[in-house]
């Protein structure tokens, strides 16, 4: 039982790259969400999705897009990278009311 | 909207004293409230859920809906405590992620 799988662990991109961070969980979850992890800033949620075909948009949405064709995977998209979106970022997967969240290992992005 | 406050960024204490982590919320409905410690750069465990009322390593908290708060407290602190704590808020639907609070950098002197 993996839990939540982030990849990749780190990842350098140049400004106006799009790339795609993984996260998949195999805890058959329905709810799962994207957060970054910024200094002085806690986490603050940037998508979130309660089952397959279902997305929301969170505290921080912008630059970011989010897709939820299977219950065990949620990628998060960078549409064109901006030095902004350096951060580490969090996946996590819920089971739902009364469950904590399972979060991954994190995606250490740098933007340059 | 739904807020949740840790009013120290940074808490110090020498091991064997009291520890007491802070945290204040706004919600207008019932929250679950939830207590995660982030070990050095590592990912976010789950180590208090308000609705189980337990203990874990020590630890425990009570949510008071008089004062929204829910700190975080242990009675004799360990250096392994050493860690970044966040407080969490999930509104009663659970759907719609976590609201965290900015985190308290807790330091255990030996």
């Known amino acids: 039982n993996a839990g939540v799988t982030q990849t990749p662990k780190f990842q350098v991109l140049k400004t106006g790259q799009s790339m795609t961070l993984q996260c998949a969980q195999d805890?058959?979850?329905?709810?799962m969400s994207w957060y970054r992890q910024d200094p002085g800033m806690g986490l603050r949620l940037i998508h979130y999705s309660v089952g397959a075909g279902i997305t929301d948009q969170g505290e921080v949405p912008n630059g970011y897009n989010v897709s939820r064709s299977t219950t065990e995977d949620f990628p998060l998209r960078l549409l064109s990278a901006a030095p902004s979106q350096t951060s580490v970022y969090f996946c996590?997967?819920?089971?739902?009311?009364?469950?904590?969240?399972?979060f991954g290992s994190g995606t250490r992005l740098t933007v340059v | 909207a739904q807020r949740v406050t840790q009013p120290e960024k940074l808490l110090s204490v020498f091991k064997g004293a009291p520890v007491e982590l802070k945290c204040n919320y706004s919600?207008?409905?019932?929250?679950?409230l939830f207590w995660y410690v982030q070990y050095s750069r590592q990912r976010l465990q789950l180590l208090l859920r308000?609705?189980s009322r337990e203990s874990i390593k020590g630890f425990t908290a009570d949510l008071n809906k008089g004062e929204t708060s829910f700190h975080l407290k242990k009675p004799f602190a360990q250096e392994e405590d050493s860690a970044m704590y966040y407080c969490a808020l999930r509104s009663g639907g659970g759907a719609d992620g976590l609201t965290f609070g900015k985190g308290t950098h807790l330091i255990i002197q030996p």
């Open positions: 805890m058959n979850h329905e709810y």
């Open positions: 996590a997967s819920s089971v739902g009311t009364g469950g904590g969240y399972t």
């Open positions: 919600y207008s409905g019932s929250p679950e």
């Open positions: 308000h609705i």
